[in-house]
C-alpha cells in the first residue's frame, strides 16, 4: 500500500528536550516536505526537500532541522524544543502534481 | 509569491441542502489547485484537484469544485450535504513556474452540517 509514515503519532516533551520525528515513504517520490498545523492559522511548510542531500526552507524553518540522506526518509528535529513549537506536524510526499500526507504527529513541548 | 483565502472560518449547512465552501488564490503562473478534508483527530485526506482541462473537477464523495480563471477562485460544492460531511476543508494552491512542490494552504473552513 502506498503511504506516507510518520513516528511518533503523539509526544509529549519538555522544553529543551532533543527529539526526532521520522517520516518514511514508500512511493519512489523525490520531493518530500513538513508542514505544522496550527489553528486559525492552516498548514504552513517548515522545510522541504527536492531530492537526496537537498533541503530547503519552507515558511518557518526557525527552530528545526532536517535531513534527506535517503529517498525515503525526510526526518524532522527539533534540536531544543519550545512551547511554540507545540502544534500538529504533518510529512508529505509528492508526485510533482498531488501530495499526500502522512497521519500527523501532535506534539506538546511543557 | 502565492496565496490562498479562505473567507470563512465556519460554514452550517441542513443536510440535503446545498452546500458551498468558499476559496480564491493567488499565484504568479497558472494554478494547480486542491481541496483537503480533514476528520477530527485525522490527517489530509485528498478531495480533488484542478490542473488543466474542464473548469468543473469531481471529487470524492460526491464533492466537486469549479475553476474559475477570471474570479481566482475554485469553490468546493455538493448539492446535497451529509452529516458526515461535517469536518474541516483546506483549500491549497501550487503554481506550474518551477521553484518546486510548495503548496500553500488558506486557513481553513469547518463544515458542519445539522439534521
Known amino acids: 500500500e502506498a503511504q506516507v509514515t510518520q513516528n511518533p503519532r503523539y509526544l509529549i516533551t519538555v522544553t529543551g528536550k532533543k527529539l526526532t520525528v521520522t517520516c518514511s515513504q514508500n512511493?519512489?517520490?523525490?520531493?518530500m516536505s513538513w508542514y505544522r498545523q496550527d489553528p486559525g492559522l492552516g498548514l504552513r511548510q517548515i522545510y522541504y526537500?527536492?531530492?537526496?542531500?537537498?533541503?530547503d526552507k519552507g515558511d518557518v524553518p526557525e527552530g528545526y532541522k532536517v535531513s534527506r540522506k535517503e529517498k525515503r526518509n525526510f526526518p524532522l528535529i527539533l534540536e531544543s524544543p519550545s512551547p511554540n513549537q507545540t502544534s500538529l506536524y504533518f510529512c508529505?510526499?509528492?508526485?510533482?502534481?498531488?501530495?499526500?500526507f502522512g497521519p500527523g504527529t501532535r506534539l506538546t513541548v511543557l | 509569491a502565492q496565496s490562498v483565502a479562505q473567507p470563512e472560518d465556519q460554514v452550517n449547512v441542513a443536510e440535503g441542502n446545498p452546500l458551498t465552501v468558499k476559496c480564491t488564490y493567488s499565484v504568479s503562473g497558472n494554478p494547480y489547485l486542491f481541496w483537503y478534508v480533514q476528520y477530527p483527530n485525522r490527517g489530509l485526506q485528498f478531495l480533488l484537484k484542478?490542473?488543466?482541462?474542464?473548469?468543473l473537477v469531481k471529487g470524492s464523495y460526491g464533492f466537486e469544485a469549479e475553476f474559475n480563471k477570471s474570479q481566482t477562485s475554485f469553490h468546493l460544492k455538493k448539492p446535497s450535504a451529509l452529516v458526515s460531511d461535517s469536518a474541516l476543508y483546506f483549500c491549497a494552491v501550487r503554481d506550474d513556474t518551477g521553484g518546486g512542490n510548495k503548496l500553500t494552504f488558506g486557513t481553513g473552513t469547518q463544515l458542519k452540517v445539522e439534521l
Open positions: 512511493m519512489n517520490h523525490e520531493y
Open positions: 508529505a510526499s509528492s508526485t510533482g502534481r498531488e501530495q499526500f
Open positions: 526537500s527536492m531530492n537526496v542531500e537537498v533541503t
Open positions: 484542478y490542473i488543466t482541462g474542464d473548469n
